[in-house]
Nanobody, 124 residues
Framework: QVQLQESGPGLVKPSQTLSLTCTVS??????????WSWIRQPPGKGLEWMGA???????FYSPSLKSRTSISRDTSKNQFTLQLSSVTPEDTAMYYC????????????????WGQGTQVTVSS
């Protein structure tokens, strides 16, 4: 059973960079044909796909967030990381890391496993 766990600060100030890490256990982030993704859900809104990193290390981003988003990985720790720069209060959301064989999905059914999520609030 693959397990994912998000970690990072729950409060970020406007204009700063949000950084979250997803630690994976029970499976490898180098497993072929799997994408390791980040999704967020603002209060009262639906899921928004942010980006993903493939099993080979290629990164893919939502066009609307591409200029502010960076996803990287540390295979030695079996972790992948999200960085979102220049945050505003509109970036306040629950952030989830997930994995599945579909790239860009914004529905839970698009993914095989996901973490419990972490709340990030952007406020001064």
């Amino acid at each position: 059973q693959v397990q994912l766990q998000e970690s990072g600060p729950g409060l970020v100030k406007p204009s700063q960079t949000l950084s979250l890490t997803c630690t994976v256990s029970g499976g490898s982030i180098t497993t072929t044909y799997y994408y390791w993704s980040w999704i967020r859900q603002p209060p009262g809104k639906g899921l928004e796909w942010m980006g993903a990193i493939s099993s080979t290390g290629s990164a893919f981003y939502s066009p609307s967030l591409k200029s502010r988003t960076s996803i990287s990985r540390d295979t030695s720790k079996n972790q992948f990381t999200l960085q979102l720069s220049s945050v505003t209060p509109e970036d306040t959301a629950m952030y989830y890391c997930l994995t599945g064989q579909r790239l860009g999905g914004s529905s839970w059914s698009d993914y095989a496993y996901w973490g419990q999520g972490t709340q990030v609030t952007v406020s001064s």
